[in-house]
């Protein structure tokens, strides 16, 4: 999907709005505004310039034009991140692409095929269950 093609947008949060608290879209979804929370659409995300979230975004595909994730990212189909963009936390895609200049601070999975994207994230998830059971002294 190019960012020219034909889309409904079904939800839009504009700049200087904010949201306390997980969201849960049924379809297409812009964010151009603050959420404290998890995000989750049944169809693509798009995060704009000036969008913040401090949570974990799921969708089929999550394009990142701008602004700060604070989160990881789950987005079967792909994520793109765009030159003004930075997502501090994991990714789990079957494609990524990533202008120059864009920031990931985390663990990225991209594997085109499924049984190869499935086994990754697998293995990635039982990694971060191990490691969060671990004692630090």
Known sequence: MALTDNISINSILGVGSSIKGDVKINGFARIDGDIDGNLEAAGNIIIGEHARIRGNVTGRSVTIIGGIILGNIVAPEFVRL???????????????????????????ISRVEAADYEKATSDWENVKAISSMSVRI
């Open 82 to 108: 765009l030159s003004t963009s930075a997502v501090i936390g994991d990714i789990q895609t079957k494609r990524l692409y990533s202008e120059e200049n864009a920031i990931i601070h985390g663990h990225c």
